[in-house]
């Protein structure tokens, strides 16, 4: 009665321990003075805790084309590095169910029946034991780690937290993913409003080829003015098949991210101007905590905080309690006989007394790591504040830029009509005329890797604060759009 009331005692003494954990307490790695603005917006922006799991919806929606929507969702389905991540993420998730398991008692059952012979020379064998004899065996057993030092909880905690950041890896893989596929149809786009570009400046050439021919018969033109629109005719189309090589390369790279096969795959040109969203008020003050990433990088550190306590806990005792309990008898006859009965019940202590420094090391080791995932936070949101910025100025720049080079197209456009009525009229050579067109091509040209650039920017700002907004919530830069237009109608 004594040794099981000192049994107990030691189990509640136990259990009381059980609360302990020689893991530090957490805090999330300190971080530079925080701006109350993004230099290039003047948008507030709040510290608040990541928001990761905020649904971000069909951010893709904001440019209003229904085959962007189609390829986006193709990627969501079919795209293998998602699948990849996805994996990943399912993998963390069940190395956190195999940590929980150590949290609870484990239970089994034992059936042995077997048939033996023992040797004719075994140590002190009595003289009347049989050579040959049966034992059979059932019961069962159970046995749980007390989990004094909090090693077990440690590790489910860094479980967790790895779970969690395998999580935000996933939603950033999608994220990255879907930015990268919307940026591709953007420069997709871009080069079949080239090639428009390009063909109707072939007519002209080829026009103005035929002009300069019949002048050329007439008397009125020189040779040399015919060789010059020969060559310039002959540029503008190889201009055509380089534009043609590059969109293809893009259309390839549209295949591999949703999953097609290259050969089997094809997007039929569109030349309409896609609509340039604008950044809604106070989208860096509540998105920029949204980032997948910054998420993943906090669990990490939070996970590596945890393994502190796991290292530590090797210095402790590992305490365990078991028991079992049974049958056995030399035939399976009256097996379950209360005389045949066996049982056992008693914790287990183990301490390393002496392990060549291994547990110290280890300990160091686990400092290391989080002194790594520290510094690997803070420098993912560093990134996440330059990547904000550089697309904010990229935005407004490339706006400005915009413009400028519209005017630059309309006047280029003018200087080309006043060469090209010189030109019949006799007062000027074919020269005056090839320079206005190679302007106005160069012009017109640039103006689309403009435009191409303020939307491939529009969607990196949006991968860079962590997702999208949906149409409501955001404007259209009505005056970039208009002026496009206007310039491709002129065309």
Not at 87 to 99: C, G, I, N, V, W
Not at 242 to 250: E, I, S
Not at 384 to 412: I, P, T, Y
Request: glycine share 8%; hydrophobic share 40%.
């Amino acid at each position: 009665m004594i040794r099981a009331d000192r049994l107990f005692a030691g189990v509640a003494a136990a259990l009381l321990l059980g609360g302990c954990s020689l893991a530090p307490t957490y805090h999330t790695p300190s971080l530079p003075p925080m701006p109350a603005t993004f230099k290039e917006a003047g948008t507030a922006w709040r510290v608040a805790s990541p928001a990761d799991q905020t649904p971000r919806g069909d951010w893709w929606s904001v440019y209003s084309d229904s085959t962007l929507g189609q390829l986006e969702s193709k990627l969501d389905a079919d795209n293998p590095s998602l699948a990849a991540a996805l994996a990943r993420y399912d993998t963390a998730r069940a190395y956190e169910s195999q940590l929980q398991s150590g949290l609870f008692p484990h239970f089994g059952v034992l059936a042995n029946p077997i048939r033996a012979r023992q040797s004719d020379n075994r140590p002190l064998r009595g003289s009347n034991e049989p050579n040959e004899y049966d034992s059979d065996t059932v019961g069962v057993s159970a046995s749980y780690d007390l989990d004094l030092w909090g090693r077990i909880r440690n590790e489910v905690g860094q479980g967790r937290a790895l779970s969690d950041a395998a999580k935000a890896d996933l939603a950033n893989a999608k994220l990255s993913l879907e930015a990268q596929l919307a940026d591709d149809y953007v420069r997709l786009r871009g080069y079949d409003i080239q090639a428009g570009i390009l063909d109707d400046t072939l007519q002209a050439y080829q026009r103005a080829l035929t002009l300069t021919e019949n002048r050329h018969a007439g008397g009125i033109a020189s040779g040399l003015d015919v060789s010059r629109a020969q060559a310039q005719l002959h540029d503008a189309q190889a201009q055509v098949t380089d534009v043609q090589a590059q969109r293809a390369l893009v259309e390839h790279a549209i295949a591999s991210l949703v999953g097609v096969p290259a050969s089997s795959f094809s997007l039929a040109p569109e030349r309409e101007q896609l609509d340039v969203p604008v950044t809604p008020i106070g989208v860096p003050s509540t998105l920029l905590e949204r980032r997948p990433d910054i998420a993943a990088a906090e669990r990490r550190v939070y996970a590596a905080n945890a393994g502190i306590g796991v290292a530590r806990a090797a210095f402790f005792p590992d305490l365990s309690l078991s028991g079992s309990y049974g049958f056995q008898n030399t035939g399976l006859s009256n097996l379950l006989a209360i005389g045949n009965r066996f049982w056992a019940l008693g914790p287990l202590a183990t301490l390393d007394l002496f392990d060549g420094g291994l547990r110290r090391a280890e300990v160091r080791e686990a400092h290391a790591e989080f002194a790594e995932a520290s510094a690997d936070y803070r420098q993912t949101v560093l990134g996440a504040f330059r990547e904000v910025e550089d697309d904010l100025v990229l935005l407004r720049d490339l706006g400005v830029e915009a413009g400028q080079e519209d005017e630059a197209v309309q006047a280029a456009q003018k200087t080309q009509s006043i060469a090209n009525n010189r030109y019949r009229e006799g007062i000027v050579n074919y020269l005056e005329v090839v320079t206005a067109q190679t302007a106005a091509l160069s012009a017109e040209r640039s103006a689309e890797t403009i435009r191409t650039r303020r939307l491939q920017a529009s969607v990196d700002l949006i991968r860079a604060l962590g997702g999208g907004w949906n149409r409501e919530q955001s404007g259209v830069d009505t005056n970039a759009t208009a002026q496009a237009n206007t310039a491709q109608k002129a065309q």
